[in-house]
C-alpha cells in the first residue's frame, strides 16, 4: 500500500507560480511512474502531467505544456508539480496518483492505483 500526500497548494494571482509537492511512503516509490490530475467544481477529473519511474521521460497534458513541469526526487520519495504563469481556469483540487502502467497510458484516471487525497489551488483573476 503506497500513500500519498499533497502539500503546496494555495491562493494565487493570475501569472504567479506555484509548487505542488506528493510525498510516499513507499520506498518501492521508484517502482511506480506518478501523474499529476485535477478536478474543479463540477467537471471530470483532469490528466495533467506524468513521469516515468526513473524520471526520464514525462509527459504533459495540451492545456499545461510550457507551463507546468513534473519532476521527481527517488531518493526522498517526493514528485513535484511546478507550476508557472497561472491561470484562473487551472484552479481545481490538485492531486498526485501512482501506477505501474507504461506513461503511454498515464493519462487514464482508471490505471492509477494509489491517490493522494488532493490540494486546493486557486488563481484568482
Known amino acids: 500500500q503506497v500513500q500519498l500526500v499533497e502539500s503546496g497548494g494555495g491562493l494565487v494571482q493570475t501569472g504567479g507560480s506555484l509548487r505542488l509537492s506528493c510525498a510516499a511512503s513507499?520506498?518501492?516509490?521508484?517502482?511506480?511512474?506518478m501523474g499529476w490530475f485535477r478536478q474543479a467544481p463540477g467537471k471530470e477529473r483532469e490528466f495533467v502531467a506524468a513521469?516515468?519511474?526513473?524520471?526520464?521521460?514525462?509527459v504533459n497534458a495540451i492545456s499545461v505544456k510550457g507551463r507546468f513541469t513534473i519532476s521527481r526526487d527517488n531518493a526522498k520519495n517526493t514528485v513535484y508539480l511546478q507550476m508557472n504563469s497561472l491561470k484562473p481556469e487551472d484552479t481545481a483540487v490538485y492531486y498526485c496518483?501512482?501506477?505501474?502502467?507504461?506513461?503511454?497510458?498515464?493519462?487514464?484516471?482508471?490505471?492509477?492505483?494509489?491517490w493522494g487525497q488532493g490540494t486546493q489551488v486557486t488563481v484568482s483573476s
Open positions: 496518483a501512482a501506477t505501474q502502467v507504461p506513461l503511454s497510458r498515464s493519462g487514464r484516471p482508471s490505471e492509477y492505483d494509489y
Open positions: 513507499e520506498r518501492t516509490f521508484s517502482n511506480y511512474a
Open positions: 513521469i516515468s519511474w526513473s524520471g526520464g521521460r514525462t
